[in-house]
T-cell receptor, first 115, second 113 residues
């Protein structure tokens, strides 16, 4: 069965600084990988996804993520954060033969932005 | 127009009661889901329906009964509520199982006293 680890429970970043959120997955074959964002009191919104092809994927709101098979990682990055990026970020993995039906989420990383 | 809407947003109730949460999506999607998010923010799938048919039931106690009257609606009924049922319940939808994007509702926070 697949699993996801987000090693950082909480990260604090200054506005305008760069950001990297870590995600490691465990899955025997090529996974489908996702990053979702949850703003306070809201549901989750998809930031980006990786299915195949180019290992650097671009998402909404200026985010990108890089799939590194050798490290079983799919880290999320943003070159310059904005106060509105403060939220909870979830990495998720799905078995490629099931897709959404077997989506497994990590426990999330809470991002705080300081002025 | 809200794409995936859930009601109620908040539920406070006593142990042993029965409660329902309703979900509707206006995206024309075929697949709908219920997820449970616990106090540690861990998000776990409970059920998945595709075109009104149950596809996934992830070892959820049978006190939880989903019902899909049509593909735009997926309701969750919970009998004999227990303290451990306190959580935020999210409804979601997708165009299909291989699309890779779930659209989530805003969640329904259930508190069992």
């Amino acid at each position: 069965a697949q699993s996801v680890t987000q090693p950082d429970i909480h990260i604090t970043v200054s506005e305008g600084a760069s950001l990297e959120l870590r995600c490691n997955y465990s899955y025997g074959a090529t996974p489908y990988l996702f990053w979702y964002v949850q703003s306070p009191g809201q549901g989750l919104q998809l930031l980006l996804k990786y299915f195949s092809g180019d290992t650097l994927v671009q998402g909404i709101k200026g985010f990108e993520a890089e799939f590194k098979r050798s490290q079983s990682s799919f880290n999320l990055r943003k070159p310059s954060v904005h106060w509105s990026d403060a939220a909870e970020y979830f990495c998720a993995v799905a078995a490629s033969n099931f897709g959404n039906e077997k989506l497994t989420f990590g426990t999330g990383t809470r991002l705080t932005i300081i002025p | 127009d809200t794409a995936v809407s859930q009601t109620p947003k908040y539920l406070v109730t006593q142990m042993g009661n029965d409660k329902s949460i309703k979900c509707e999506q206006n995206l024309g999607h075929d697949t709908m889901y219920w997820y449970k998010q616990d106090s540690k923010k861990f998000l776990k799938i409970m059920f998945s329906y595709n075109n009104k048919e149950l596809i996934i039931n992830e070892t959820v106690p049978n006190r939880f009964s989903p019902k899909s009257p049509d593909k735009a609606h997926l309701n969750l009924h919970i009998n004999s509520l227990e303290l451990g049922d306190s959580a935020v319940y999210f409804c979601a939808s997708s165009q299909g199982p291989q699309t890779g994007e779930l659209f989530f509702g805003e969640g329904s926070r259930l508190t069992v006293l």
